[in-house]
Protein backbone atom coordinates (compact mmCIF):
# COMPACT_ATOMS: atom_id res chain seq x y z
CA UNK A 1 0.00 0.00 0.00
CA UNK A 2 1.14 3.66 -0.66
CA UNK A 3 1.86 6.07 2.02
CA UNK A 4 -0.78 8.18 0.25
CA UNK A 5 -3.12 5.96 0.58
CA UNK A 6 -2.97 5.09 4.19
CA UNK A 7 -5.62 6.57 6.99
CA UNK A 8 -4.20 9.13 9.55
CA UNK A 9 -4.42 6.27 12.29
CA UNK A 10 -1.79 4.33 10.00
CA UNK A 11 0.45 6.91 9.53
CA UNK A 12 0.58 6.96 13.17
CA UNK A 13 0.72 3.24 13.94
CA UNK A 14 3.64 3.32 11.47
CA UNK A 15 5.23 5.97 13.96
CA UNK A 16 5.01 4.65 17.11
CA UNK A 17 7.36 3.08 18.82
CA UNK A 18 9.85 3.83 16.54
CA UNK A 19 12.97 5.98 14.85
CA UNK A 20 12.27 9.18 12.97
CA UNK A 21 15.47 10.33 11.46
CA UNK A 22 15.64 14.07 10.46
CA UNK A 23 17.98 14.36 6.95
CA UNK A 24 18.38 18.39 6.58
CA UNK A 25 21.53 20.14 5.17
CA UNK A 26 21.89 23.50 4.80
CA UNK A 27 21.98 24.53 0.52
CA UNK A 28 25.65 25.67 1.67
CA UNK A 29 26.53 22.31 3.10
CA UNK A 30 28.16 19.42 0.97
CA UNK A 31 25.13 17.26 1.41
CA UNK A 32 22.09 19.67 1.03
CA UNK A 33 21.15 18.79 -2.36
CA UNK A 34 18.10 17.14 -2.60
CA UNK A 35 19.63 13.98 -4.67
CA UNK A 36 22.37 13.66 -1.70
CA UNK A 37 19.54 14.28 0.79
CA UNK A 38 17.36 11.25 -0.95
CA UNK A 39 20.21 9.10 -1.06
CA UNK A 40 20.59 9.21 2.98
CA UNK A 41 16.99 8.65 3.40
CA UNK A 42 17.42 5.14 2.07
CA UNK A 43 20.07 4.74 3.95
CA UNK A 44 18.57 5.18 7.02
CA UNK A 45 15.15 3.37 6.20
CA UNK A 46 17.42 0.16 5.56
CA UNK A 47 18.79 1.04 9.22
CA UNK A 48 15.04 0.59 10.58
CA UNK A 49 14.41 4.61 10.69
CA UNK A 50 9.88 4.46 10.16
CA UNK A 51 9.63 7.89 8.76
CA UNK A 52 11.97 10.86 7.62
CA UNK A 53 11.79 14.69 8.44
CA UNK A 54 12.90 16.86 5.94
CA UNK A 55 12.65 20.23 4.74
CA UNK A 56 11.92 22.17 1.65
CA UNK A 57 9.57 20.93 -1.35
CA UNK A 58 12.45 19.76 -4.08
CA UNK A 59 14.00 17.57 -1.04
CA UNK A 60 10.81 16.77 0.47
CA UNK A 61 9.58 15.44 -3.15
CA UNK A 62 13.67 13.83 -3.89
CA UNK A 63 12.79 11.96 -0.38
CA UNK A 64 9.69 11.11 -1.37
CA UNK A 65 10.35 9.22 -4.11
CA UNK A 66 13.29 7.49 -2.71
CA UNK A 67 11.55 5.84 0.31
CA UNK A 68 8.76 3.68 1.56
CA UNK A 69 7.75 5.63 4.92
CA UNK A 70 5.93 8.44 5.92
CA UNK A 71 7.36 11.86 5.22
CA UNK A 72 7.66 14.69 7.56
CA UNK A 73 7.84 18.11 5.72
CA UNK A 74 8.85 21.26 6.56
CA UNK A 75 9.77 24.22 4.95
CA UNK A 76 12.81 26.59 6.63
CA UNK A 77 12.74 30.03 5.89
CA UNK A 78 14.57 33.37 7.57
CA UNK A 79 12.33 36.42 7.68
CA UNK A 80 14.32 39.34 9.35
CA UNK A 81 11.07 40.30 10.83
CA UNK A 82 10.69 37.45 13.14
CA UNK A 83 12.52 33.89 15.12
CA UNK A 84 10.50 31.75 13.53
CA UNK A 85 12.10 29.73 10.77
CA UNK A 86 10.48 26.19 10.83
CA UNK A 87 7.47 26.61 8.07
CA UNK A 88 7.08 29.86 9.20
CA UNK A 89 3.70 31.07 7.11
CA UNK A 90 0.86 30.27 5.41
CA UNK A 91 2.79 30.12 2.11
CA UNK A 92 5.13 27.96 3.20
CA UNK A 93 3.07 26.03 5.08
CA UNK A 94 0.48 25.23 1.79
CA UNK A 95 3.63 24.91 -0.10
CA UNK A 96 4.74 21.81 1.97
CA UNK A 97 1.12 20.35 1.90
CA UNK A 98 1.07 20.62 -2.17
CA UNK A 99 3.96 17.96 -1.84
CA UNK A 100 1.54 15.34 -0.33
CA UNK A 101 3.00 14.47 2.90
CA UNK A 102 1.37 13.06 5.45
CA UNK A 103 2.60 15.17 8.02
CA UNK A 104 3.58 18.55 8.06
CA UNK A 105 5.11 20.30 10.93
CA UNK A 106 5.46 23.86 11.75
CA UNK A 107 7.06 25.87 14.61
CA UNK A 108 4.24 26.67 17.86
CA UNK A 109 6.38 28.83 20.16
CA UNK A 110 4.93 31.79 21.10
CA UNK A 111 7.11 33.89 19.21
CA UNK A 112 5.15 36.36 16.49
CA UNK A 113 5.53 35.01 13.21
CA UNK A 114 6.40 36.56 10.12
CA UNK A 115 3.90 39.15 7.94
CA UNK A 116 1.81 39.23 10.96
CA UNK A 117 0.06 35.99 10.69
CA UNK A 118 -1.42 34.03 13.66
CA UNK A 119 -0.21 30.11 14.34
CA UNK A 120 -4.19 29.54 15.13
CA UNK A 121 -5.23 31.29 11.24
CA UNK A 122 -2.60 28.67 10.17
CA UNK A 123 -4.13 25.62 11.44
CA UNK A 124 -7.54 26.67 10.84
CA UNK A 125 -6.18 26.85 7.47
CA UNK A 126 -4.48 23.66 6.92
CA UNK A 127 -7.26 21.79 9.17
CA UNK A 128 -9.13 21.79 6.00
CA UNK A 129 -7.55 18.73 4.80
CA UNK A 130 -8.80 15.82 6.40
CA UNK A 131 -5.88 13.54 5.60
CA UNK A 132 -2.82 15.82 6.66
CA UNK A 133 -1.72 15.46 10.66
CA UNK A 134 0.12 18.21 11.99
CA UNK A 135 2.68 18.44 14.15
CA UNK A 136 4.15 21.32 16.58
CA UNK A 137 7.45 22.03 17.20
CA UNK A 138 7.52 23.53 20.48
CA UNK A 139 9.44 24.57 23.12
CA UNK A 140 7.74 24.74 26.73
CA UNK A 141 5.17 22.63 27.94
CA UNK A 142 3.01 25.44 27.90
CA UNK A 143 3.19 25.60 23.91
CA UNK A 144 2.74 22.22 23.62
CA UNK A 145 -0.66 22.43 25.78
CA UNK A 146 -1.87 25.24 23.74
CA UNK A 147 -0.93 23.67 20.69
CA UNK A 148 -2.94 20.22 21.09
CA UNK A 149 -5.89 22.61 22.10
CA UNK A 150 -5.32 23.89 19.07
CA UNK A 151 -5.77 21.01 16.77
CA UNK A 152 -2.24 19.49 16.63
CA UNK A 153 -2.20 15.98 16.24
CA UNK A 154 1.39 15.42 17.85
CA UNK A 155 3.65 17.34 19.48
CA UNK A 156 7.33 17.86 18.87
CA UNK A 157 9.94 18.94 21.56
CA UNK A 158 11.95 20.16 19.02
CA UNK A 159 12.33 23.49 20.02
CA UNK A 160 13.38 23.14 23.70
CA UNK A 161 16.64 25.27 24.37
CA UNK A 162 16.50 27.61 20.54
CA UNK A 163 13.80 30.18 21.95
CA UNK A 164 14.93 32.47 24.38
CA UNK A 165 12.84 31.74 27.37
CA UNK A 166 13.44 28.02 27.32
CA UNK A 167 17.70 28.16 26.97
CA UNK A 168 17.62 27.43 30.22
CA UNK A 169 15.65 24.18 30.17
CA UNK A 170 18.67 22.52 27.78
CA UNK A 171 22.07 22.30 26.99
CA UNK A 172 23.68 21.57 24.03
CA UNK A 173 24.29 17.98 24.07
CA UNK A 174 21.35 16.69 26.39
CA UNK A 175 18.01 16.24 25.26
CA UNK A 176 15.29 17.54 27.97
CA UNK A 177 13.65 14.68 29.03
CA UNK A 178 11.50 16.86 31.49
CA UNK A 179 9.55 18.52 28.80
CA UNK A 180 8.93 14.96 27.11
CA UNK A 181 7.31 13.72 30.90
CA UNK A 182 5.48 16.76 31.29
CA UNK A 183 3.67 16.95 28.07
CA UNK A 184 3.40 13.06 28.81
CA UNK A 185 1.67 14.03 31.83
CA UNK A 186 -0.49 16.45 30.72
CA UNK A 187 -1.87 15.48 27.19
CA UNK A 188 -2.48 11.75 28.54
CA UNK A 189 -1.40 8.02 27.17
CA UNK A 190 -3.45 8.53 23.58
CA UNK A 191 -1.48 11.88 22.42
CA UNK A 192 1.83 11.55 20.67
CA UNK A 193 4.75 13.54 21.91
CA UNK A 194 7.23 12.90 20.05
CA UNK A 195 11.17 13.33 21.50
CA UNK A 196 13.10 15.78 19.00
CA UNK A 197 15.99 17.46 19.69
CA UNK A 198 20.14 16.80 20.95
CA UNK A 199 18.96 12.76 20.73
CA UNK A 200 22.89 11.50 20.40
CA UNK A 201 23.00 8.31 21.01
CA UNK A 202 20.69 5.04 21.41
CA UNK A 203 20.33 5.47 25.07
CA UNK A 204 19.02 9.27 24.85
CA UNK A 205 16.56 7.12 22.52
CA UNK A 206 15.39 4.86 25.11
CA UNK A 207 15.39 7.24 27.75
CA UNK A 208 12.99 9.33 25.99
CA UNK A 209 10.58 6.33 24.88
CA UNK A 210 11.21 5.67 28.96
CA UNK A 211 9.94 9.04 29.55
CA UNK A 212 6.71 8.69 27.71
CA UNK A 213 7.46 9.25 23.97
CA UNK A 214 5.45 8.37 20.68
CA UNK A 215 8.32 8.43 18.60
CA UNK A 216 11.84 9.67 19.02
CA UNK A 217 12.88 12.29 16.05
CA UNK A 218 17.12 11.93 15.49
CA UNK A 219 18.51 13.95 13.39
CA UNK A 220 22.41 15.70 13.42
CA UNK A 221 23.76 12.66 15.45
CA UNK A 222 23.01 10.32 11.91
CA UNK A 223 22.91 12.86 8.91
CA UNK A 224 25.13 16.00 10.15
CA UNK A 225 28.54 14.55 9.81
CA UNK A 226 30.45 17.80 9.75
CA UNK A 227 28.46 18.12 13.78
CA UNK A 228 29.26 14.63 14.50
CA UNK A 229 33.23 15.67 14.02
CA UNK A 230 32.94 19.06 15.76
CA UNK A 231 31.79 17.08 19.10
CA UNK A 232 34.73 14.95 18.77
CA UNK A 233 37.35 18.29 18.30
CA UNK A 234 35.76 19.85 20.76
CA UNK A 235 36.11 16.95 23.55
CA UNK A 236 39.61 16.81 22.11
CA UNK A 237 40.40 20.24 22.47
CA UNK A 238 38.91 20.56 26.18
CA UNK A 239 41.31 17.30 26.77
CA UNK A 240 43.89 18.85 25.82
CA UNK A 241 43.53 22.25 27.90
CA UNK A 242 42.82 20.10 30.55
CA UNK A 243 45.62 17.88 30.38
CA UNK A 244 48.81 19.93 31.94
CA UNK A 245 50.91 16.75 30.94
CA UNK A 246 50.30 17.25 27.43
CA UNK A 247 53.29 18.08 25.23
CA UNK A 248 52.15 17.49 22.01
CA UNK A 249 52.41 14.87 19.22
CA UNK A 250 56.11 13.94 18.47
Not at 80 to 100: M, Q, Y
Not at 223 to 249: C, M, N, V, Y
Amino acid sequence: MKIGDLSKKEILERLQGGIIVSVQAEENEPLGKPDILAAMARAVVQGGAVAIRTSGPESIRAVQDAVPVPVIGIYKRIYASSEVIITPTLAEALTVKRTGVPVLALDATQRPRPLSEKLEDIVHELKNDPALLLMADVSTLEEGVQAAAMGFNMIGTTLSGYTSYSRHTASNYVPDFALISELRRELGNEFPVIAEGRIWSPEDAVTAFRCGAFAVVVGSAITRPHLITARFTEALATWRKRDSGFQGFK
